[in-house]
């Protein structure tokens, strides 16, 4: 049998054993808990529960049966034992043994790169300073790149506006912040219901709007090979971003710092 955690209810972690996976499995080292799964944690409405075992655990990496050790896709992280698509399986060098390295969350920060068509020299503003603004910020290196918080006063004129909160005001903002002709990146996770837009000034600003959200699981997995590549280069520093780090019995305590974001929270990770 193979220990797997699972939602029961809003806020309530139970840790049960299931039969172990057949196909490819991966034993688990470690999964991030992304901020997009808070509201299945918070008990919004539009979930049900129990949540299968192990979801919505979807930043994991582990070693294979014959001790590659990988970051890899999945929906069902929160678990010892995973069963795996090979296909999206991605070696981690020596330079990362030893890191926690939520793949695919690092995947998406590249992604989001990537979908914004940023070359080196634009201004650059990213709106939403969590996890993915944070890295997205340090992997624009040749930009010129400022970060707007809840209380930052909104001014400026930017080449690119990367928006990375998920909410109407998050959304408003990014919006003010674009210059003629610039682009808009939608970045956040909106999962609560519709958005206004102010599309008379995008029609009049002439702008681009693109969502970042890549669907393409080919293309998330050669997202994530650069990340890993960033990362065993120096260029990514998971360290950085990956704050705390619990174990799996405490997920629970892993969803809950995710909500709060206390000083000095960027990501956290369960590891088993």
Request: proline share 7%; charged share 25%.
């Amino acid at each position: 049998m193979s220990t797997v955690a699972r939602i029961d209810a809003p806020r309530s972690v139970a840790l049960v054993e299931v039969p172990p996976p057949r196909g490819t499995p991966v034993e688990i080292e470690g999964c991030g808990v992304c901020g997009s799964s808070l509201p299945v944690w918070e008990g919004r409405p539009w979930f049900s529960y129990p949540l299968p075992p192990g979801a919505p655990g979807h930043e994991a990496w582990g070693r294979t049966s014959d001790g590659t050790r990988v970051a890899f896709l999945t929906q069902h992280g929160y678990a010892r034992f995973a069963e795996v698509d090979a296909r999206t399986l991605v070696p981690l060098p020596s330079a990362l043994e030893g890191l926690p390295f939520p793949g695919e969350a690092f995947a998406c920060a590249v992604s989001v790169v990537r979908r914004a068509r940023i070359e080196p020299g634009m201004r650059v503003a990213i709106v939403g300073v969590g996890f993915l603004g944070s890295v997205v910020a340090s992997l624009l290196f040749e930009c010129e790149v400022t970060l707007f918080r809840r209380t930052t006063p909104v001014e400026g004129s930017f080449e690119r506006v990367i928006e990375c909160a998920g909410t109407q005001e998050a959304l408003e903002t990014a919006s003010s912040l674009v210059a003629e002709r610039g682009v808009l990146v939608i970045a956040g996770f909106h999962q609560d219901g519709p958005r206004t837009v102010d599309l008379q000034s995008w029609n009049w600003k002439g702008i681009d709007v693109v969502n970042a959200h890549e669907r393409d699981e080919e293309v998330v997995v050669d997202a994530l090979r650069e990340a890993v590549r960033l990362a065993a280069t120096g260029v990514l520093d998971v360290e950085r971003f990956v704050t705390h780090v619990l174990p799996l019995e405490r997920l629970d305590e892993a969803f809950e710092l995710a909500r709060t974001r206390p000083r000095g929270f960027v990501k956290a990770a369960v590891v088993t």
